[in-house]
């Protein structure tokens, strides 16, 4: 490694930090992209069976070139402007969907030492980033000009805005019993405690603890990625595509891999804040990168599941569920949690 | 101040719930409709004049084409109207193999409508469940018929052939292992009523997957629970009939009230709902789907015992066998004269209605005594149901319209006609 720097600093000069960190971030969004194709192909192969079906099989061995050969069909395609439609908006709104979900890669630890920004206010920057998101499908609804993407946008808005809350409490009650807002800090504070030290870590990780805000914060994640059965920003039987109905070619593209890459980073974030991330369920197995991947898989899988499962909610059903179940119950657990760990029967000292 | 108005949204004709050709003008209050106004007719083939310049038998094969998912019903109310005209008895075994038939349309019907109706809701494993069975039910119309869709198997005065001794079999392709093969033929080895046989075996257990998905799911409830609710008193004044006006718990069935075919020889319930909303009528749907199973085994098991003719001997209406045609001289004439000038049919009017899956589908014919109707006039059910909309969808979310849609289970081909 250090070979490597000063072979950089060598080429480079002063410049070379800035080169280092511009490696590192393709480093991270070229595996990151890769992921999210082949997430795409994974979603039509698991629903696909679950719906006595095969999914793609035609483009190479078990369609696995498929993402690529979409993804160029894509490419190919003319992105269409509506005649109606804000030109400069209708452009800039899918680079406002999908920026905010790759830059808030930058602090997600892989493990102890494989993040490309280890900062103190992580998990600050994490939900200040993904709030973001939301601008870029209602300002696509609004550029469009159309009444079926308006709708949607509309439905957005108010269903992002409603299910942030809850999931911002679910991690307050996180950064609580952390005792701090940075993510590799969240982790190891879940290697500590009694099952711990008996060599079952995956009892102390902050799922147990914290289960009504592990499932707060599962179920509004799926609402916050805008998947199925919160999809009704684009309920495909109701309003069409929703926001990106009037989207073709790479714009629609950005917007798929927008959706496809929030629903990783929100399995990634729930696999950090609430399994353990990286570490190993139990003690005489090393912790290691591929937990937090297998784990990521599991909670993607989940995904793929519940979508194909579960009828869509209905719009008002859905900002109920937000404001009249989760709010209620993140606010009593907060005061739960805050209650036990001044109680002498404390887990997180 | 700019004045406030409603959103108006054209809901139709290109949209994924329009069940065809649907164009629904909304009139939203936010997502609330305040007036929903469809318009018919984009999928109109003039099927009612295109009759009176058809022979009596020519037309049979365009009633599959109206509710082009329970063909076979359509066909039951052209014949049944058809034979009242021309005062004619069907036989004993037709009458079996068309109420086993019209069961077997039924059951094809609503799974066709559970999984669209599942898939408008969001629920979209469903339509792949139901499609998986309703390919058996494809298999035993081409079994008779040789078409899948659109079968013109009944005819005035019985159905076209007895039932055949084998089915069709699956044959080993590039993309069809012998061994794959052998397994999909396995219950298709014996008659098509061993075939059926099977298939009524195999069908509760997947009915009971159905109601697994959806019939205790809250998300599932939540969207059908008190949507579009029918009063009783307004479903009779609207003219609903079949599961919408079961729905509001009115008892009422053609096949018990007015039995046709051998529906009098056959033991069914009638399920009834209560509160006649979607959730209602989806129960009354899936309980019919049981019943028309058992009616279809209890078919099965008559038609097993009782050999016989399938179509009346009287051959001015249907054709005579082929071998008395060819050493007959009277068959031969017979044979000549229907298929150059078709049945004529006495002068007069006759209306005949089955209980289709849908409602009451009704043919009325008015003949002046020649081989082609002087006017026919089709009763659909779903054009009636379809003018319910507004009041149905009234003050409730867009997302309801979708569910109500779904519940009405309007096909187009017969609402345009």
Redesign the interface.
């Known amino acids: 490694m250090d070979a490597l720097m000063n072979f950089g600093q060598g080429i480079f000069g002063g410049i070379w930090p800035a080169v280092w960190t511009l490696l590192k971030i393709v480093l991270i969004v070229a595996p990151l992209m890769l992921s999210i194709a082949y997430l795409t192909w994974a979603e039509r192969k698991v629903?696909g069976y679950?719906?006595?079906?095969i999914g793609p099989n035609r483009v190479g061995p078990w369609g696995l070139i498929q993402p690529i050969a979409d993804g160029l069909k894509l490419l190919m395609k003319e992105i269409v402007v509506p005649s109606g439609a804000n030109k400069a908006i209708f452009i800039i709104a899918p680079m406002l969907a999908i920026a905010p979900a790759l830059a808030a890669w930058a602090v997600v630890p892989f493990n102890e030492t494989l993040v490309l920004a280890n900062i103190d206010a992580s998990l600050l920057y994490i939900m200040a980033i993904t709030s973001m998101g939301v601008y870029g499908i209602i300002l696509s609804g609004w550029a469009s000009n159309s009444?079926?993407a308006f709708?949607g946008a509309m439905r957005a808005a108010a269903q992002m805005v409603s299910y942030e809350i809850s999931m911002g409490f679910a991690l307050i009650c996180v950064l609580m019993v952390s005792n701090s807002l940075n993510l590799v800090d969240i982790v190891h504070a879940q290697d500590q405690g009694r099952f711990a030290s008996w060599g079952l870590s995956f009892l102390s990780w902050n799922w147990l603890p914290l289960l009504p805000m592990f499932l707060v914060y599962l179920i509004a994640g799926v609402a916050e990625t805008n998947r199925?059965?919160f999809?009704?920003c684009e309920?495909?039987?109701?309003?069409?595509a929703g926001f990106h109905v009037e989207y073709s070619g790479m714009a629609f593209a950005v917007f798929f891999l927008a959706e496809y890459g929030n629903m990783i980073l929100v399995s990634t974030l729930t696999s950090i804040m609430f399994l353990g991330g990286w570490l190993s369920p139990v003690g005489f197995l090393p912790d290691g990168i591929l937990w937090l991947f297998a784990k990521v898989a599991a909670i993607l899988f989940l995904f793929l599941w519940f979508?194909?499962?579960?009828?869509?909610?209905?719009?008002?059903?859905l900002m109920r569920l937000g404001w009249k179940v989760f709010v209620p119950v993140c606010l009593i657990w907060l005061v739960v949690v805050g209650v036990w760990m001044m109680s002498p029967l404390n887990i997180w000292n | 101040m700019a004045d406030i108005r409603n959103f108006t949204l054209n809901f139709g004709p290109q949209h994924p719930a329009a069940h065809g050709v649907l164009r629904l003008v909304l009139e939203l209050d936010g997502e609330v409709v305040q007036r929903a106004d469809p318009h018919i007719g984009l999928l109109h083939r003039a099927t009612e004049k295109l009759a009176e310049t058809r022979t009596w038998v020519q037309s049979v094969p365009y009633m599959d084409r109206l509710d082009y998912v329970s063909m076979m019903c359509n066909e039951h109310a052209y014949c049944l109207a058809t034979e009242k005209l021309l005062g004619i008895e069907v036989p004993e075994r037709g009458k079996y193999i068309r109420t086993m038939f019209d069961e077997i349309t039924r059951i094809l019907n609503h799974l066709l409508w559970i999984g669209c109706h599942a898939l408008d809701v969001g629920a979209m494993t469903m339509a792949l469940y139901t499609f998986r069975e309703r390919e058996d039910l494809m298999d035993a119309y081409e079994a008779v018929s040789g078409a899948r869709l659109h079968a013109a198997y009944y005819r005035p005065g019985g159905v076209y052939r007895d039932l055949p001794d084998r089915m069709p079999q699956y044959e080993a392709s590039t993309w069809t292992s012998a061994k794959k093969a052998g397994e999909l033929n396995e219950n298709r080895s014996g008659s098509l009523l061993d075939f059926l046989e099977d298939f009524t075996n195999r069908f509760p257990t997947y009915h009971s997957e159905y109601h697994t998905l959806l019939t205790d799911n809250r998300i599932w409830k939540q969207r059908l629970v008190n949507v579009g609710v029918v009063t009783p008193e307004r479903a009779k004044q609207m003219g609903f009939t079949g599961a919408m006006l079961r729905g509001s718990g009115i008892a009422w069935d053609l096949r018990k009230k007015q039995p046709y075919a051998a529906y009098d020889k056959v033991e069914f319930d009638v399920p009834v709902g209560v509160n006649g909303d979607s959730y209602d009528r989806y129960l009354v749907r899936m309980e019919e789907m049981l019943q028309s199973n058992n009616i279809i085994k209890q078919c099965i098991a008559w038609l097993r015992k009782n050999p016989g003719p399938v179509i009346t001997d009287n051959h001015k209406v249907a054709p005579p066998p082929r071998e008395g045609m060819k050493t007959n001289m009277e068959e031969l004439i017979h044979h000549f004269k229907l298929f150059t000038e078709g049945i004529h049919v006495p002068a007069g009017e006759a209306y005949a209605a089955v209980e289709h899956p849908k409602g009451e589908f009704g043919i009325y014919f008015i003949s002046d005594g020649a081989n082609k109707p002087y006017r026919m006039k089709i009763r659909a059910p779903g054009y009636v149901h379809l003018a319910g909309m507004d009041e149905m969808s009234r003050g409730h979310m867009l997302a309801d319209v979708v569910t109500i849609i779904g519940s009405q289970d309007i096909v187009f081909g017969e609402i345009d006609r």
């Open positions: 629903i679950m719906q006595v079906r009444k079926y709708l199925a059965p999809d009704v309920g495909e039987s109701e309003i069409v979508r194909a499962t579960f009828p869509r909610y209905r719009y008002d059903q």
